[in-house]
């Protein structure tokens, strides 16, 4: 039976390539339809993220007491590191502090220059991740050997031999500090991300924080107002001080529902496009059964059964369609492999999982089209009266 | 006393008309075909002896009367049953060969053994081939029906009506797309095969010297055989 079927999808090869066709789109059409929605909101996410943290993250500025005391933040820092509800990273604000560097009008003058500098820990990239382009970003180690800064790439320009000069407003000290990496954290404007626990230890004069923000990403099913009184609860702790306002910072509630709706509309579309191949493939099967009702005659007067019948016209129907998921579930499963060399290196992306389930459903979807497709031409099959094999 | 290969009794058919109206096509047809024997039905178009043909080759359910095979009772006979029935023991030859385009030689040939089920594909191939071979086409096995000649395609459905062993061979108007010539050619062989495998031939045609070689003759008439 199976060789009858097969040799069926040979008849009209025209006709066969055409159907195949449809159903490669339709499934195509399904599998990118997740997948492009699985992307864009991965893609939003990321962009949102490593400018605003991931979801859900919160922002709390702390009404600061002691922040100028070592032992207290260094303190926070442990504490911090192993916060409960979720990911924490300090932020602290060291507002006099910028960077020594030529002036840039051409005249060849050093100078202070008054670039963004954020003084934070190793934990900010679990809150707001970025990809790395060079190097490395700020070590966890306790004790890192020299005071480590990290840049974008918009204050690469600022980098000479691994190292970025610092400085601070009317003093004329100029420090060293080393250029672990480079980041690209989406800012438009030069960044410079200095370790807040290696600048306590390498350049303690210039400790001298007006602010403290905390971020912290929280984890599944932790509750915002919970992790808000935790965190109360370890600057009390730790004699830091206390949360004085409390925000989310992400706003991926407004995107999820666009993205939501957009890849509902991609969907429909391609269950749209299944159901435009199954009338197709009623229209074409049908007009196959008017064009071969002779040989299916002479077939039912040889021996063949009705059920044999059916099984050969539903059979090689699905028959195609199980090869044609097969080529597409390859297809798509080659062109997700091909992303991460598609993107660029600095993408926020991470290289996407292959949509299984998506890919299941549209098998199905497609063997069940085909199934629905050749129905009715198989039950006009079997309508077919063999006397008519004699006239 | 020996039961005959197939036994009519009483057999009556119709079919209706557009109009509304109804044509009797078999009209009390008792008659009985021996194992082994060959029988012409002769009868001018439109006489009834198609429609005669295909009640006998369990082609047409339509009818009233008793048809029994080996004093078997085909009446209650379900479509799988009546199917399964023809594969074994009922072989065809159309008037228009009808012939499976997209099927080469052998495997036309080989078609009834593989609804038969079971039949490993070596094993139809080979069965097939001997066939083609027996009505000399042994060279053509390969070939498309659309590279035959008229008469080699029509050898080809005779071999194909032949290759599962059936005890009866039904030929409607075996000779009648054929020239004179290759008809007789055909026919030639067509009897030799029958002798040789001892089939019971049921052979409807209005040429009369095609039925003069057949041992007996009935003549249809509006559904009336005499």
Redesign the interface.
């Known amino acids: 039976m199976i060789?009858?079927i097969a040799?069926d999808l040979?008849?009209n090869p025209l006709r066969t390539g055409l159907t195949a066709l449809s159903m490669f789109i339709g499934i195509i059409a399904l599998i990118a339809g997740v997948l492009v929605g699985t992307l864009g909101r991965d893609y939003l996410e990321s962009i949102n993220a490593r400018l605003s943290g991931k979801t859900p993250t919160y922002s709390a500025i702390v009404d600061a007491a002691s922040l100028a005391d070592p032992q207290a933040t260094a303190a926070l820092q442990q504490r911090l590191a192993s916060f409960g509800p979720g990911v924490a990273s300090a932020q602290y604000h060291l507002n006099d502090l910028a960077i020594w560097a030529l002036s840039g009008d051409g005249d060849d003058a050093s100078g202070i220059r008054h670039i963004t500098v954020i003084v934070t820990d190793a934990a900010r990239t679990g809150v707001m991740p970025a990809p790395i382009i060079t190097g490395t970003w700020l070590t966890e180690a306790a004790e890192p050997a020299t005071l480590e800064t990290v840049v974008n790439e918009n204050a690469r320009q600022y980098v000479h031999d691994g190292t970025i000069t610092l400085a601070r407003t009317g003093n004329p000290q100029q420090v060293p500090a080393r250029v672990n990496g480079v980041i690209a954290d989406g800012a438009d404007e030069p960044v410079i991300y200095v370790n807040a626990a290696t600048l306590q230890r390498y350049w303690p004069q210039a400790w001298e924080p007006d602010g403290l923000t905390v971020l912290v990403h929280l984890s599944d099913g932790t509750d915002g107002q919970q992790t808000k009184n935790a965190l109360n609860d370890l600057l009390f702790d730790t004699g830091i001080g206390s949360v004085s306002t409390w925000n989310r910072t992400d706003n991926a509630d407004e995107y999820e529902q666009v993205i939501g709706f957009l890849q509902f509309g991609v969907i429909i579309t391609a269950v749209l496009l299944l159901s435009v191949s199954a009338i197709g493939m009623i229209n074409i099967g049908l007009a196959g059964i008017e064009q071969r009702s002779?040989?299916l005659l002479?077939?039912?007067?040889?021996?063949?059964?009705?059920?044999?019948i059916a099984i050969q016209v539903i059979g090689s129907s699905v028959l195609l369609s199980l090869i044609i998921a097969l080529a597409t579930v390859l297809f798509s499963a080659v062109l997700v492999w091909a992303i991460p060399w598609i993107l660029p290196v600095d993408s926020p992306l991470e290289p996407p999982a292959y949509p299984y389930t998506a890919a299941m459903v549209a098998v199905l979807a497609s063997v069940a089209t085909s199934l629905i497709g050749s129905l009715a031409p198989a039950i006009k099959a079997i309508r077919l009266?063999?006397?008519l094999?004699?006239? | 006393m020996k039961t005959p290969l197939i036994q009519l009794d009483h057999l009556n058919a119709e079919v209706r008309l557009p109009d509304g109206d109804h044509l009797t096509t078999v009209n009390d047809v008792s008659a009985s075909f021996e194992r082994g024997t060959s029988t012409a039905i002769v009868g001018k178009s439109g006489s009834g002896k198609?429609s005669l043909?295909?009640i006998i080759?369990l082609?047409?359910t339509?009818y009233t009367g008793t048809l029994s095979y080996d004093g078997r009772d085909c009446g209650a006979w379900n479509?799988?049953n009546r199917?399964?029935f023809?594969?074994?023991h009922v072989g065809?030859v159309?008037q228009n060969y009808?012939l499976?385009?997209?099927?080469n030689a052998w495997?036309n040939v080989g078609?009834?053994l593989?609804?038969?089920g079971g039949v490993p594909?070596r094993t139809v191939r080979r069965r097939a081939c001997r066939m083609l071979h027996a009505v000399g086409l042994a060279d053509r096995a390969d070939s498309m029906p659309s590279r035959l000649s008229g008469g080699e395609q029509q050898r080809v459905a005779i071999a194909?009506a032949l290759v599962a062993d059936p005890d009866l061979l039904i030929c409607?108007e075996p000779t009648g797309a054929l020239d004179t010539e290759t008809g007789d050619m055909v026919a030639a062989m067509l009897f030799r095969q029958v002798r040789e495998q001892g089939v019971t031939l049921i052979l409807v045609t209005h040429d009369p010297q095609l039925a003069a070689r057949c041992e007996h003759q009935l003549t249809i008439d509006r559904g009336h055989l005499s």
């Open positions: 060789r009858i040799k040979r008849i002779r040989e002479i077939r039912r007067a040889l021996g063949a059964t009705r059920t044999s009266q063999p006397a094999a004699l006239r | 198609t043909a295909s080759g082609l047409n339509d479509d799988a199917s399964r023809r594969c074994r065809f159309f009808s499976i385009p997209h099927l495997e078609l009834p593989q609804y038969r594909m194909r409607d």
